[in-house]
């Protein structure tokens, strides 16, 4: 967290944990790390942000999805009319299934 902190990083995280919780964020984190070779420890802070910003626009932009019927996710976003695969869940039906 320090190092976080020296370098304006904000942490968050959930209050209790549900592994539900984040799953769509951290299945895109796995998809860029292993898709992208973002996995390495790259020490040139501004390389690390250009690759980082051209892997994102790559998933947002060019790499279709299955869940999305092969579309890409800013093309989803952009005609609302299209059908999908949505991986939310109801939060009260998860909380309820924890009790």
């Known amino acids: 967290t320090g190092f976080?902190?020296?370098h304006g990083i904000v942490m968050s995280m959930?209050?209790?944990?549900?592994?539900?919780?984040n799953a769509v964020a951290e299945r895109i984190n796995r998809t860029l790390k292993y898709?992208?070779?973002?996995?390495?420890?790259?020490?040139?802070?501004?390389?690390?942000?250009?690759m980082v910003k051209r892997a994102v626009e790559i998933y947002n932009n060019k790499r279709p999805h299955f869940s999305l019927k092969?579309?890409?996710?800013?093309f989803v976003h952009l005609n609302r009319n299209i059908e999908y695969h949505s991986y939310k869940r109801n939060k009260q039906n998860l909380e309820l299934l924890t009790i």
């Open 4 to 6: 976080a902190q020296d």
């Open 14 to 21: 959930t209050e209790k944990y549900d592994p539900y919780e």
């Open 35 to 50: 898709e992208y070779d973002l996995k390495r420890t790259i020490k040139n802070t501004n390389l690390a942000k250009k």
């Open 70 to 74: 092969l579309n890409t996710p800013n």
